[in-house]
């Protein structure tokens, strides 16, 4: 006999808002050095070497333990791991905050990727085990995703506003209140979550993992401001080969660290990939339009940052709308098809704009934002809904690292279309450091008159043509949704998975 699975209360829903606090937070923490790199290479001097540390080794050591921690929580426990990770999280944030040396913040920044590894599997593994409701569960991950997107959308004005009026250690100091709650309220609220005979953990992978995802990432963050430098291609294709060897290694080992079997669930290899396109729509935007905003419409930092939040509005109904259409019948095949639809189409506006079109632009931005959103919620929803509930760190470790991906491809890809349009279009009389970027030319466009119109058209129409091939990609992810998901039913849980679920 099949019985509903028990529905969330009022305990599970104010755990809830304590696990948004550190997602809010870590996802704000991908943007929030924006405008605070000014005050930091003033104050601490680093070379150009450690301030690009500084910037990116959050990220890097993010994406390259996402899977690890993700395994590593499904064995040892979710909540714990949650724990432990907000309290390096907060300590890695104090020592930033007063760090006085390049050296030293570089090493705080990293302790955060670490952190951050540990948080994000955890809070959606945790929200798996608390809601097994479908319906309220599609409702949680609705705001899971709002809360993830607009923490992105948040940091960056966050961190102009403080350093506008404190000092750039202040960008840090807001994680402690958060961890310090989370620390507090977590091992009261949050149900202890793992696998119950998970066997031994294969710390070979760990290396083969991180190998297989750093020098991927790197390479397809270097590609769209320094170009296809051999180097950058070598890298790629290093990952590449460990990501073989990875793979190999997790299909032939008695106690892999991904288990093969979740792809063999009908509708989570469809799910990562698609969610690995809805992050390439999103960042591969943002690497345009962030450029658009200063420098072709000549907005400062904390003005664009101010203008750059206006898309976010419509984010909020976006994952609502599309689980109250899930939970009254429609196919989600459909809707996620919807969604890449409406993430086409904001592509589509944005290959409209001109050199002043800030209202498009920003419609475009929206547009696009709606359709990502109702895509990620729904995507999550299936891959968490289809996976073990003894493996939901596991599998939100795999979204995540597709995202990671998803969005350096994106910057990578759509960034050399618009690097290419852009050199092309640029007169050839233009000094050679005009025609490389758009930022370079307006250095020297006191120079040359005419030089930064010129280049501000040339760099719109890069917009325009990495926009076009933009809305193309999402509207073949639209037929590849409903192709592939079509039909696909969140699997419910059955009796015996709930022993994976330990109270405290």
């Not at 304590?18 to 405008?35: C, I, R």
């Not at 948040?154 to 250690?169: A, I, K």
């Not at 609502?320 to 189409?345: N, Y």
């Not at 931005?365 to 919620?377: D, F, I, N, Q, R």
Request: charged fraction near 10%; charge should be neutral.
């Amino acid at each position: 006999m099949t019985t509903n699975p028990p529905r969330a209360g009022r305990r599970e829903w104010t755990a809830l808002g304590v696990l948004m606090l550190p997602l809010l937070l870590v996802s704000m923490d991908v943007s929030v050095l924006y405008f605070a790199v000014p005050a930091i290479s003033a104050d601490l001097e680093p070379s150009g070497t450690q301030q690009l540390w500084i910037f990116d080794i959050y990220a890097f050591v993010l994406a390259g333990l996402l899977m690890t921690m993700g395994s590593i929580g499904d064995r040892v426990g979710h909540r714990r791991l949650l724990l432990v990770g907000a309290a390096a999280f907060g300590a890695a944030s104090l020592v930033a905050a007063f760090a006085n040396s390049a050296e030293t913040l570089i090493a705080a920044r990293a302790v955060l990727g670490v952190g951050g590894a540990t948080l994000m599997p955890s809070t959606m593994a945790l929200l798996r085990t608390m809601f097994t409701d479908p319906g309220q569960r599609a409702k949680a991950i609705g705001v899971w995703s709002g809360v993830m997107t607009a923490g992105i959308a948040l940091g960056s004005v966050m961190s102009g506003v403080l350093v506008e009026f404190f000092w750039w250690g202040s960008v840090f100091l807001v994680n402690l209140p958060a961890m310090a709650l989370l620390l507090a309220l977590g091992p009261v609220l949050l149900p202890e979550s793992r696998t119950p005979r998970a066997g031994r953990f294969d710390w070979v992978s760990v290396p083969l993992s991180m190998a297989a995802v750093l020098p991927v990432v790197y390479g397809l963050k270097e590609i769209p401001s320094e170009g296809w430098n051999v180097r950058y291609v070598v890298s790629i294709t290093v990952g590449l080969l460990f990501a073989t060897l990875f793979v190999h290694r997790q299909r032939t080992t008695a106690a892999p660290m991904i288990d093969p079997a979740l792809f063999r669930g009908r509708g989570f290899a469809p799910s990562v990939a698609l969610n690995l396109v809805s992050a390439f729509g999103i960042m591969g935007s943002a690497y345009f339009t962030t450029q658009y905003l200063q420098s072709v419409l000549g907005k400062s930092a904390l003005e664009a940052a101010l203008w750059a939040l206006l898309p976010s509005v419509p984010i909020g109904a976006a994952a609502p709308v599309a689980t109250a259409l899930v939970g009254r019948g429609v196919d989600r095949a459909h809707v996620v098809t919807a969604g890449f639809a409406i993430a086409s189409g904001g592509f589509a506006l944005l290959s409209l704009a001109g050199t002043d079109s800030l209202w498009l632009v920003l419609s475009a931005c929206a547009v696009l934002a709606v359709g990502a959103v109702v895509v990620m919620s729904q995507i999550m929803d299936l891959a968490l809904g289809t996976a073990p509930v003894e493996r939901a760190g596991t599998a939100s470790s795999l979204m995540e690292t597709g995202s990671e991906f998803g969005g350096a491809l994106g910057m990578a890809l759509l960034g050399s279309i618009g690097t290419a349009v852009y050199r092309h279009d640029m007169p050839d009389t233009a000094p050679g450091v005009a025609r490389e970027t758009l930022g370079g030319a307006l250095a020297v466009a006191d120079r040359v008159p005419g030089l930064a119109t010129a280049a501000r058209a040339a760099f719109t129409s890069g917009m325009q043509g990495a926009a076009i091939a933009g809305a193309v990609v999402l509207a073949g992810a639209a037929v590849l949704a409903a192709l592939t998901l079509r039909g696909v039913e969140v699997r419910e849980p059955a009796a015996g998975e709930e022993a994976a679920k330990v109270c405290a």
